[in-house]
């Protein structure tokens, strides 16, 4: 059990850390925004070299900088989005009275700029690890991407925690987009997926063909899937997982008001 400590702390870590940095950074004065999407580009022209260089390295600290490295390039994605320098054609609040269908098309209105860069940034790590033996940052990116859609896609449908004090002031719109239910249809999907992807991972480490940095590789991308499933959970569990990150936001947050109805709202005739 040991050796699978390391790389499951890492993991654990890592996704805490990184996710309080650009909680933080999100909420500063948006006059500090320029200079911090300045900062993580920098980072990310350096991550996506990492990943170039780790590539070729089918070892264990090839495999930790292709995870790390990876997941900074997916933090470079949340920055620009939630700082509105990469968003979408009408990135404003959802317009009255919308069938359900018109709703998920206003929504990906908002972000549709910010899809296009997730596609382009995987097709990026994809030709840097192209033809090498260490493919950890690729997959790293992917589970981020589907995980991150997952819960995307079951805020819009409805979740029992919105965690809206999460989003900075100037995002405030998208909480017409939201739904606050008990429960939806797409929610169990999400979570055994993500539980057997996780398990499938897992699994892969006790096989006596795998290598040792692939051991690493398939530690840390199972833990990273688990806490994927976790926060799925935080979604519809009552618990105060915005506490997590709470040393990552101002000491005062402008409330933002969700509609307790799902407001999918008015069906037409």
């Known amino acids: 059990m040991a050796s699978y400590a390391a790389p499951a702390f890492y993991a654990v870590l890592l996704w805490w850390f990184s996710t309080g940095v650009i909680l933080m950074l999100d909420h500063l004065p948006r006059k500090t925004h320029p200079w911090s999407m300045a900062g993580g580009t920098l980072v990310l022209f350096g991550a996506l070299w990492a990943i170039g260089a780790s590539a070729r390295e089918p070892s264990e600290s090839g495999v930790y900088t292709a995870f790390t490295a990876a997941v900074l390039v997916w933090g470079w994605q949340e920055m620009s989005y939630y700082m509105g320098f990469i968003s979408g054609p009408r990135p404003e609040a959802c317009p009255p009275r919308l069938s359900k269908s018109e709703k998920f098309f206003a929504a990906l209105g908002t972000s549709l700029w910010h899809e296009f860069a997730i596609v382009i940034g995987g097709l990026a790590i994809l030709v840097l690890v192209w033809g090498q033996p260490n493919h950890f940052a690729l997959c790293t990116y992917a589970t981020l991407v589907l995980m991150n859609a997952s819960a995307r896609l079951n805020l819009f449908l409805g979740v029992r925690n919105l965690n809206a004090e999460l ?8 909480a017409g987009y939201l739904a606050k239910k008990p429960m939806n249809l797409l929610f169990p999907f999400s979570v055994s997926l993500g539980t057997i992807a996780a398990a499938l991972m897992a699994r892969a480490t006790l096989s006596e063909e795998t290598l040792p940095h692939e051991f690493v590789g398939y530690t840390l991308l199972a833990s990273l899937t688990a806490l994927a499933v976790l926060e799925h959970w935080f979604l519809m569990l009552p618990l105060p997982s915005a ?14 008001t969700i509609e ?9 005739d």
């Open 167 to 174: 989003l900075p002031p100037h995002l405030g719109y998208l």
């Open 260 to 268: 307790t109805k799902d407001p999918a709202v008015t069906p037409r």
């Open 243 to 256: 506490a997590l990150w709470q040393w990552s936001l101002p000491g005062k947050v402008t409330p933002i």
